[in-house]
Structures are given as C-alpha cells and as structure tokens.
C-alpha cells in the first residue's frame, strides 16, 4: 500500500551505509510497480521491462531504487535532479550533482543482485566493491565437477581452503565465499571480465561469517603480495547468502592502510519496498503497458522454481 509509505524521513550522518532488499518476498502491486516505474529514469525503466523474468525485473528495479534514495538521502541530491550513468564497464556512477552538493565528492558506491536480495554498499572516501552469493547446488553437474570447471578461477591455496571445508554443501559454501570476495575486489576496482582471478588470493579468516556480525579478518594478496590497503567485510544475510564488501583507497598512496581509522563495521539493514520509495518523486508519467507487461513474466527459470 503506497499511502502508507509516505512519512518523515531523518537523514543519519554516517559515512557507512549497508543496506538490502529481499527481491523473493516483494510480490509488488500493480500501484507499487508503476510507481516504482516512474521514479527512476526512462531509460532505467525500458532495461527492466526487456528482463525475461520476473525475479530479475524485480531486482533491477530494487537496485536502481536503492541508488536514488543512497543519492538523495546521504549526498543530498533531489530526487528528481538524480541523474546516473554507467561507466563502460557498467559500474553506476553519479553524473552530475547540483552546485553545493560537495558531499558527492569522495562517496564511493556499488549494488549487487543474486539469490533473493539485492544490496547496496557505499563508503565516504573509499572506493567500494559489494557482491552476493547464494550457496546453491550446482545444475547440471555435480560439486567436484563444477569446481574442475572453475577450476582456473582459484589459487592452490584456494582450492585447499575449499576442499577441506568438509561436505560438499560446506564445500560450496566456501567456494561461494571466495567467489563473492573476488567478486567485491573486481567490482571496487572497476576492471570487469579482462581481470585474471587468479592475482587476487585471499586468506579467509578461521571464524566462519554469521548473522548480525561482520568480520574483518580476511587478507588479500595481490601478485603473492599482501595488500594491507584493502579492507574486506563479510557477513551473512541469511543461512545461505553470503556478502562481501571490498573497501580500498582513493586517492592515497597505494601503501596506505586502512583499519586504524575505519569506524566499527556496520551491519546491513533490511529495506522494505516502503523504504525504497520513502524519498521518491515520480519522474514520467504513469505507463500502465509497463504492468501488462510485467505481470505475465514467469518468476524464474523453471529449474530454479524446482530447487526453492
């Protein structure tokens, strides 16, 4: 119900912000999903309404939501004057911000869609890489070959962490783990498929992520070098979702280390689609062939409605 989701909102001054969305619950309305339509950019809207989908409309549209509140709420930009763009290896960014929002300046930012969530991260004065994994059986092969077919992806001491997990649904969670990590790093960074994965070796913490907590513990090492500059949070969303945010300079040396002056990690909070939409202006006008179209999509692949 769209009435109720109009309220005050008070703006935080933090300069962490960890927020997600769980996409599987949200069974949006006609109400909600056009006007959710019209408040990001037409442009937006028209990439959403090609998704085969449900569950993929269904993030996008959380993700580009999340983007525009994290720009209105925490960099002050209104709504309505956001503009985002991609960067040529689909990084969003903020375009252009109105004179005097100098807050724009040094926030770094980044989402992630997969499994039943889509989050976002973003950090002042860090650049900022998040991913999410969700701990599911492989398709259409079993565990061990799946990892020979990524096989290429991990270092031996990788492989060593992964294999002596214990189960194969231990296994996999660790894979996933490692995965997510590399994932965040690659994202941070920007530099999108040409990266080798194999550079980035990271040395998982012994305590294992949980609920409600994030560790810092993990260490990367880049080229078989530790990278001290970069910092690594991880936790999980639920007993199957695990998230990693990669946290690096900008614009200092790239010897700099981070952790003596890193606030306490903050822990991500759950969003509702009221939340979302709290802040939001429309931007076009109502466009009723955008629910036609939406709600004749299948919510998944027929495989993955089997394995729920």
Same mark, same amino acid.
């Given at each position: 119900?769209?009435?109720?989701?109009?309220?005050?909102?008070?703006?935080?001054?933090?300069? &962490? !912000?960890?927020?997600? +969305? %769980?996409?599987? #619950?949200?069974?949006?309305?006609?109400?909600? =999903?056009?006007?959710?339509?019209?408040?990001?950019?037409?442009?937006?809207?028209?990439?959403?309404?090609?998704?085969?989908?449900?569950?993929?409309?269904?993030?996008?549209?959380?993700?580009?939501?999340?983007?525009?509140?994290?720009?209105?709420?925490?960099?002050?930009?209104?709504?309505?004057?956001?503009?985002?763009?991609?960067?040529?290896?689909?990084?969003?960014?903020?375009?252009?911000?109105?004179?005097?929002?100098?807050?724009?300046?040094?926030?770094?930012?980044?989402?992630?869609?997969?499994?039943?969530?889509?989050?976002?991260?973003?950090?002042?004065?860090?650049?900022?890489?998040?991913?999410?994994?969700?701990?599911?059986?492989?398709?259409?092969? &079993? !565990?061990?070959?799946? +990892? %020979?077919?990524? #096989?290429?992806?991990?270092?031996?001491?990788? =492989?060593?962490?992964?294999?002596?997990?214990?189960?194969?649904?231990?296994?996999?969670?660790?894979?996933?783990?490692?995965?997510?990590?590399?994932?965040?790093?690659?994202?941070?960074?920007?530099?999108?498929?040409?990266?080798?994965?194999?550079?980035?070796?990271?040395?998982?913490?012994?305590?294992?992520?949980?609920?409600?907590?994030?560790?810092?513990?993990?260490?990367?090492?880049?080229?078989?070098?530790?990278?001290?500059?970069?910092?690594?949070?991880?936790?999980?969303?639920?007993?199957?979702?695990?998230?990693?945010?990669?946290?690096?300079?900008?614009?200092?040396?790239?010897?700099?280390?981070?952790?003596?002056?890193?606030?306490?990690?903050?822990?991500?909070?759950?969003?509702? +689609?009221?939340?979302?939409?709290?802040?939001?202006?429309?931007?076009?006008?109502?466009?009723?062939?955008?629910?036609?179209?939406?709600?004749?999509?299948?919510?998944?692949?027929?495989?993955?409605?089997?394995?729920?």
């Amino acid at each position: 119900n769209l009435i109720g989701c109009f309220r005050e909102q008070k703006s935080e001054a933090m300069d &962490s !912000v960890r927020w997600a +969305f %769980r996409c599987r #619950s949200w069974t949006p309305s006609r109400s909600d =999903w056009l006007f959710a339509a019209r408040c990001i950019q037409q442009e937006e809207k028209e990439r959403i309404g090609q998704f085969m989908f449900a569950k993929d409309a269904k993030s996008a549209m959380a993700g580009r939501l999340l983007l525009r509140r994290f720009v209105c709420e925490k960099i002050g930009v209104p709504w309505s004057e956001i503009r985002l763009e991609r960067s040529p290896r689909g990084k969003p960014y903020l375009a252009s911000a109105p004179e005097g929002s100098s807050n724009s300046v040094g926030w770094g930012f980044n989402l992630s869609h997969q499994g039943d969530y889509t989050v976002l991260a973003a950090e002042h004065g860090l650049q900022v890489g998040v991913d999410i994994m969700k701990t599911t059986m492989p398709g259409s092969s &079993s !565990v061990p070959e799946f +990892f %020979r077919i990524m #096989s290429r992806h991990f270092t031996a001491h990788e =492989w060593s962490a992964i294999h002596s997990a214990g189960s194969e649904e231990q296994q996999l969670t660790a894979f996933y783990r490692h995965w997510a990590l590399k994932e965040s790093f690659i994202k941070a960074i920007g530099t999108g498929l040409g990266f080798d994965l194999q550079r980035a070796e990271f040395r998982l913490s012994p305590e294992a992520p949980t609920q409600g907590r994030v560790l810092r513990q993990t260490r990367m090492y880049l080229d078989e070098e530790e990278e001290p500059a970069w910092i690594f949070e991880e936790s999980l969303l639920d007993a199957d979702h695990h998230v990693a945010v990669a946290l690096g300079p900008a614009n200092v040396p790239a010897s700099a280390v981070l952790s003596p002056s890193l606030p306490p990690p903050t822990t991500f909070t759950q969003l509702s +689609f009221c939340d979302l939409i709290a802040l939001a202006s429309p931007l076009t006008e109502e466009d009723a062939a955008h629910w036609d179209s939406f709600k004749i999509k299948a919510e998944a692949p027929q495989r993955q409605r089997d394995t729920r």
